[in-house]
């Protein structure tokens, strides 16, 4: 029963009972006219009561309408900070840049800037995922596309943590405009951060061949330092032209070879199919990137191991 019906029968209640009783004293009174009066009374009073017991009812219904808007003041203040309990949670885990769940990135190459890309992945203590490097940091930086706006290589201050017992396999993946052209991945656990780039961790690889291919020259991260040829993976030279391999980054520009004159530094060269090319018929890609992953009892929600 709503207030308003409760409040309808209380007056109901109170005319019957108070109409009957002065409706008989009207009945039994001879002077018809004065007990009438009394009846009229009866109702006034009647009437003058229901007023104040609706005036009570109307301000009671404000007092509970001020006091849900209140509540309601209230739970929306109460969903704003969780929101923000929530955007500190995601920044927190957002600290590192994620791909597809699983995949860290541990370093960013970026073609073209000027600036070695060896120099940058052994720059040990520069940490562009520092909260006050990102502060400056371009956002394209962080992403995979060689055609967003990133003025610098992005490197994780994972490469001088690289927790070898957590990591399971780390990922290379070479880009155009956003679109992977190349990938080889590794077997992580156990490594460092320069010798998990090797043909013996190489678990596999869109080169197919490259597992099988035996007597490489180069299969290194340092790869031929006079030549500027670094994350090299070559399998033979052959007095230039005839030189064979799958990826080298170009960090310099003087070269003996032609093939290693190339147009811009730092230049990403590879083999554009799924087995080696005379240097030759390279392509270029514009971003390369290092993933991580972290074997499967790792959680990053957990603040220390189990
Ligand atoms: C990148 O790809 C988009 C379409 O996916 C295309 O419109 C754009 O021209 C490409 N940019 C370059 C630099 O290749
Ligand atoms: C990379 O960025 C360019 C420029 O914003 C865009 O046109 C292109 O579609 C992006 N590529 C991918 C694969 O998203």
Not at 78 to 99: E, H, I, K, P
Not at 167 to 196: A, C, Q
Not at 253 to 262: A, I, K, M, P, R
Not at 286 to 291: G, N, R, T
Request: aromatic residues 10%; hydrophobic residues 35%.
């Amino acid at each position: 029963m709503s207030r308003s019906e409760g409040v309808l029968c209380l007056f109901l209640a109170v005319l019957v009972c108070g109409f009957t009783a002065a409706t008989r004293r009207f009945l039994m009174d001879e002077s018809g006219d004065e007990t009438l009066q009394e009846a009229y009374a009866a109702i006034r009073d009647l009437d003058s009561r229901l007023q104040t017991v609706m005036a009570d009812n109307d301000r009671l219904r404000e007092r509970l309408e001020s006091t849900e808007t209140a509540l309601a003041g209230q739970s929306s203040t109460l969903s704003s900070v969780q929101r923000d309990v929530q955007n500190m949670g995601s920044r927190v885990s957002a600290d590192f840049v994620w791909y597809d769940d699983d995949w860290m990135l541990a370093f960013r190459a970026t073609a073209g800037i000027g600036r070695p890309v060896y120099d940058a992945w052994t720059d040990v203590g520069h940490h562009d995922d520092d909260p006050m490097t990102r502060a400056t940091l371009p956002c394209g930086c962080t992403t995979v596309n060689g055609s967003l706006p990133c003025d610098r290589h992005y490197r994780s201050r994972l490469l001088d943590l690289w927790p070898s017992a957590s990591i399971d396999e780390v990922r290379l993946v070479l880009y155009e405009n956003g679109t992977e052209k190349e990938h080889l991945t590794f077997s992580g656990t156990g490594s460092d951060y320069m010798s998990w780039f090797s043909q013996e961790r190489l678990v596999e690889s869109s080169w197919t061949d490259l597992k099988s291919t035996t007597g490489l020259n180069y299969f290194s991260i340092a790869g031929h330092p006079s030549e500027g040829r670094r994350f090299f993976i070559n399998h033979a030279y052959n007095s230039c032209p005839n030189d064979v391999g799958w990826l080298v980054v170009k960090d310099k520009q003087s070269e003996t070879c032609d093939w290693g004159h190339v147009l811009h530094v730092p230049a990403i060269l590879y083999a554009p199919s799924n087995h080696e090319v005379t240097w030759e018929s390279f392509r270029e890609a514009d971003v390369m990137a290092v993933f991580v992953k972290f074997r499967a009892s790792v959680d990053f929600n957990q603040m220390c191991l189990n």
